[in-house]
């Protein structure tokens, strides 16, 4: 095993069930949940004592507390309650059947914010069954995360990193009846720490993170079972990979793809997913502008969640077998890069008009999804952060999914009540695969004008998934492979405040999605 390229997250976190009431926990910090209840915070049951509840809600009232989803209001301590800090977090609308795994993750991940240096956390939430425990831990470990590696310690008193959770134990308080939780607790384990590695993947800076250094990491941090397959560029270019090569000729730092494999014995589906891992993106000879260039360095942020969700099934033992494509590239503008215009081959021999050098995702991972079909894999998928007109059309908190097989999609989008991911599907309009065909090459990277930019995007990937038994494309009586693509451009980067379970920065976006498909394939 290679060493790491540049520094990660520390990830020591202790998930456990707690082993007496609320009011007993040894803890440094008590979180409890609190209900909107006509604009006012109503404490959750959490079976205190008399004197406790009292107390807490006499200061709830005092300090006008809400109840809101992701607030939280910070005591320090309670009459009858061991803890030395009492956090309240907001559960919202006091309709118990409204109370989702979601919202028990939200308050749980706000609770741990609010937590300040507590390095021992136990969660008193009103989780009524084992499923709800579960997200009480989940939400925990996704919210326990701030990325603190390039802040430095002048001294030993210096504040620098005052809001990063520090929480290291995590007890939750099961309710009863709720039978065994081990399993599920051993999952949210695994979530926190495959999530932790990709939002430290987003959040690296471009001068740390390249196509080579990406490579060295998922290399060094491959979990048992997991084979890597790496190509460089000179392989890429003698392959026939002319749309990624295109995209990463212009920075000295060369374009790669790694391969993740995945192969439990007695599977008997396989997905296989490409991830968009463009290290840095200033949009190449059609440059950005300034300002839309300070958070480029997320824009790998698909293949972050590839190498994440295939290392977490790879944990879990998930039984499918699993391929993740990462198709990495830097795209810089030199004299070297590739300019609008140009005329590009990719693996399965397509041509593509390249019009603009900033819709390079595209690019990017078409010739991975020429590899993906090659697997001859029951299920393909995609995710990257792609378009702008996804964030125009969702906002930054929503993953936009479309497809070749309406099922599939809608089955993708349906997982969002298990993993609290919110995903809207659309459907790709007939004309927009025709607006993909150039006059010059076999297809262009835009259709220019950006009608329906979205689904272009995805009518453009949609040319580069072959037909089932595995061929390059689909002629006669051969039937695609089905296929999904996630545009997470908006939620895979969170440029305000932490809430709920998401940090500032990489926020780990699809990760969750991707391993729910590979648990329940097929999905349709």
Known sequence: MTSLPFELSAYDLELTVASGTAAEADTDALVLGAWAVGGKAQLADAGLPSEATESITKALTTLKATGKIDSTTVLAGAAGTSAGLVVVAGLGSADAEELTADRLRRAAGAGVHASGGATSITFALPAADAEGAVAVAEGAALGAYADTRYKSKVTETDEVEADAPEVRRIAVVAPEGAGELEAGFARAAVLGRQMRYARDLVNTPANHLYPESFVASVQAAAPAG?????????????????????????????????????????????VAVVGKGITFDTGGISLKPGASMFTMKMDMGGAAAVAGAVFAAAELGVEANITGILCLAENMPSHNAQRPGDVVTALNGLTVEVLNTDA??????????????????????????????????????????????????????????????????????????????????????????????????????????????????????AEQIPWAHLDIAGPAFNEGSPWGYTPTGGTGSGVRTLLAVFEDVPVA
């Open 360 to 477: 390079e995702g595209r690019l990017a991972m078409c010739d991975g999804l020429v590899l993906a079909t090659r697997e001859n894999p029951d299920l393909i998928m995609d995710i990257a952060t792609l378009t702008g007109a996804a964030v125009m059309a969702l906002g930054d908190r929503t993953i936009a999914v479309m497809g070749n097989d309406d099922a599939v999609r809608d089955a993708v989008v349906g997982t969002s009540a298990r993993t609290g991911e919110p995903m809207v599907g659309f459907p790709i309009p007939e004309e927009v695969r025709e607006g993909v065909t150039s006059s010059v090459a076999d297809l262009r990277n835009i259709i220019p004008g950006k009608p329906a930019g979205m689904q272009a995007a995805a009518a453009y990937l949609e040319r580069f998934v072959g037909a089932q038994g595995g061929a390059d494309h689909v002629t006669g009586d």
């Open 226 to 270: 997991i084979e890597v397959e790496v190509m460089d560029d000179t392989q890429l270019r003698e392959m026939g990979a002319g749309a990624l090569y295109g995209v990463g000729m212009g920075s000295e730092r060369k374009p790669r793809i790694a391969v993740l494999r995945y192969r439990p014995q007695n599977a008997t589906q396989h």
